[in-house]
């Protein structure tokens, strides 16, 4: 593998958090837009950290901040509003092969009405976690350190000796063809 | 035996023969022209509508689950992080313990020899071939290519057939 040992790792400790979302894939389906729509800050924060940074261990207390957001919620709706949602879940489960949400709109109104009521949340109209977002994050974004390969380049062939033998026998990479069947 | 005086010619019935038809004859006229073409182009019109109709709603369909994932994907993304980091960190320990009677090895590089040059502190995700190294040769198959499931992977209805070990087996 191409880890070596100095690449930096998190311990265990840094990669466990207290409880993971169980839920299977019709019970997050549908609660996952009044999660996300609580979520919001949390979650616009880590996406746009771990988009700007490339690195997944950079944002490890976002996505752990995120997740205990995503478990906060779920614990509050379980307390108000387990049967519609089991309702929901089970319709989303049992409706399509392909567990669309289309079949069970009248449970998902029952719901959206529990959690309106209840949590004091509205769910997001149809097509609002598809659009562009604009989010200002408050940690600055990260320096792209950019290597001057050309200035090193230049360096290296300046260093050479003056009569130094250059290759001639090389061919671009675009002009690679060992046959005539190759493009 | 015949004789003449039982003999009967037959004739036209009183009044004659009824007129003999030799026109032409036409079907009876279920429907008029007009509403033949007009019935035609109605069900055409009615056919497009409703397949532009059901297309507009299959993509709303699709695009409704295609929100939800949206929504769902910052949380899965979080915990696949934590998950991933977790394997890799298994991988280069077990790495480390398989190589270390082999003088001069050095983990995460041949002998020394790096894979990346110009990586600096970047994250690069390894292959899948890397990550699936010290695993079994199926595994990759059922975990990575997704082997495990055929395209239907809920009850069968041979299920209660066959005892639990053997029905595993098969699909």
Partial sequence: MSLTKDTHLPSDEELTVPQEIVLSTPWLKAVAPYMAKQCEKEANEFMLRRKESEDPRAVLKEGAALTACGVNFLQSLKRSC???????????????AKLYMSKCHDDQKELDACVEANMNLTRPKLGYFSKLHVYDSATPAPQVKQRDYKAEAAQVLNELPAEYHLRKDYRKYNDWRYNITES | ??????????????????????????????????????????????????????????????????DINNAMEPFLTAERDRYWLKLMAKNRALEEEIMKDVPGWKTGTWYGEPVYFTLGNKWWDPSATEVFAHSWGNVEMRDHLWRQHSEYAGPKFYDNWFPQWMSKWFW
């Fill in chain 1, 82 to 96: 387990l049967p519609q949602t089991q309702k929901l879940a089970e319709c989303v489960d049992q409706g399509s």
């Fill in chain 2, 1 to 66: 035996m015949a004789s003449g005086a039982e003999f009967r010619q037959d004739m036209p019935p009183k009044g004659g023969y009824r007129a003999f038809n030799f026109h032409r004859t036409f079907p009876k006229l279920v429907w008029s022209p007009g509403a033949v073409v007009a019935t035609i182009f109605g069900a055409t019109a009615y056919g497009c509508y409703a397949a532009l109709e059901g297309k507009k709603k299959n993509i709303t369909e699709k695009f409704e689950d295609v």
